[in-house]
């Protein structure tokens, strides 16, 4: 079964992209790296890193990681591969995460009496923390995490709720039915979107807790307790104007229910209040985020510019919806 891998990257940090790479290469059948508009020679870091052919596409301007991705994918359906591996550039897998994904997604299409999967994706590691990753589950029909208390081998895969896009392996068959990411969303909630609309369309999702990753999630993570010891990563102020933007277009965009869309509601809450308290760049935050709830109520997405509170549109790619 062929797998080809879609990284996407921007202003990579290259020792870091260049072992993503050497993990990844005997794992799948071709990589593609796809590279929005980065002012550093990225291909030229990874020939002399890897004496091994890999593709590379280099976007006219920095379109965000949903078109990226989709050109990625498109590339992967050109070359009549049967999965697509998507990587951010700061992750690195174990050197069997692949076939693991692989396998899972085998034996879950050889059991007619579930719904079909749409995607499996692994656990990661918090390289800075050392903590494994946590499943967003149901229970009863309401959102719940899912936390790994055993050895990882020990765990079947289980039917998740969404799969964040790095170490996410997708049938190409899957993107064919349901399309591939909304280039317009940018960044952030691009693979949340991405996994209830898949859920709408009657597939499943799986994380496959054998399958691990290394993996920096925020530019730094702090632990905090609220509720729980819990560890919150940390973005920048125009991070926080895509996660508050895109989460009132996603409860606009998917179908979901109403537990679903308070749920998100009530994360943009806390969201608000620990980095409106705790974070530097307080009344930036506040501005962007006020900015981004502004825009999505109004319908308007694409590329934005703080300083002129207006948003550029993206492209529209072969697997836009």
């Known amino acids: 079964m062929k797998s080809v891998a879609v990284v996407v990257t921007f202003e990579p940090d290259l020792s870091s992209l260049n072992m993503l790479v050497s993990e990844l290469m005997p794992q799948v059948s071709n990589l593609v790296v796809v590279d929005n508009n980065s002012p550093v020679d990225v291909k030229s870091s990874i020939i002399n890193h890897v004496q091994t052919d890999f593709y590379f596409i280099k976007l006219e301007s920095n379109f965000g990681i949903a078109y990226a991705q989709n050109i990625g994918i498109q590339f992967a359906i050109d070359q009549k591969a049967d999965y697509v591996l998507l990587m951010d550039q700061d992750s690195v897998p174990e050197p069997d995460m692949v076939q693991k994904l692989q396998f899972a997604l085998l034996e879950a299409a050889s059991d007619s009496s579930n719904a079909p999967v749409a995607a499996a994706g692994p656990v990661y590691i918090d390289r800075r923390s050392g903590t494994n990753s946590f499943f967003v589950i149901e229970r009863n029909g309401y959102p719940s995490r899912w936390h790994p208390k055993y050895d990882l081998s020990e765990y079947a895969p289980i039917n998740v709720s969404f799969l964040i896009s790095s170490g996410t392996l997708i049938p190409l068959d899957v993107l064919r039915k349901i399309g591939g990411k909304r280039s317009n969303y940018f960044i952030d909630h691009v693979d949340t979107e991405w996994s209830f609309r898949a859920r709408a369309e009657g597939f499943r999702l799986l994380g496959v807790p054998q399958a691990k990753m290394n993996h920096t999630l925020g530019d730094k993570v702090s632990k905090v307790w609220f509720f729980g010891i819990r560890h919150v990563a940390h973005h920048s102020p125009l991070r926080d104007y895509y996660m508050f933007r895109n ?75």
């Open 247 to 321: 989460t009132i277009l996603m409860i606009r965009d998917v179908k979901m229910t109403a537990a679903w869309q308070l749920h998100l509601i009530w994360r943009l809450f806390q969201f608000a209040g620990f980095f409106l308290i705790f974070a530097p760049h307080r009344y930036t935050r506040f501005c962007s985020m006020f900015l981004g709830i502004k825009h999505g109520l109004l319908g308007i997405s694409g590329k934005v510019d703080l300083k002129t509170a207006v948003c550029s549109n993206i492209p529209k790619s072969s697997l836009d919806i």
